[in-house]
């Protein structure tokens, strides 16, 4: 079974720092580029940021540009967003998502993704 779990959300104050964890499951992640969403309540949901399948590729959306980093190891089958200076605008639930393409150096968070994560909850609380 296909499957993608989201770990590393939780309770941060303003200013701070948390790492998100996407690991999967019954396939292996190098052959799918990845992207993080993430959704608040009563707004729609947001891409915030892709990974192309080779890694070497990167995208954010502008509201988390130069705050939130994403990376991968493939060896780990995961893929990680590591999120700096965070705010109350920042709490969501975050998902990931994954979608097996030929490209090896391009994404979107645009792109429909097949496999999603069921989520994380970050809060940014002080």
């Known amino acids: 079974q296909l499957q993608l779990v989201e770990s590393g959300g939780g309770l941060v104050q303003p200013g701070g720092s948390l790492r998100l964890s996407c690991a999967a499951s019954g396939f292996t992640l190098d052959r799918y580029t990845i992207a993080w969403f993430r959704q608040a309540p009563g707004k729609e949901r947001e891409g915030i940021s892709c990974?192309?399948?080779?890694?070497?590729?990167?995208n954010y959306a502008d509201s988390v540009k130069g705050r939130f980093t994403i990376a991968r190891d493939n060896a780990k089958n995961t893929v990680y967003l590591e999120m700096n200076s965070l705010t109350p605008e920042d709490t969501a639930i975050y998902s990931c998502a994954a979608l097996r393409v030929a490209i090896l150096s391009m994404c979107d968070m645009a792109w429909r993704y097949t496999y999603w994560g069921q989520g994380t909850q970050v809060t940014v609380s002080s």
């Open positions: 990974i192309s399948k080779g890694g070497g590729t990167t």
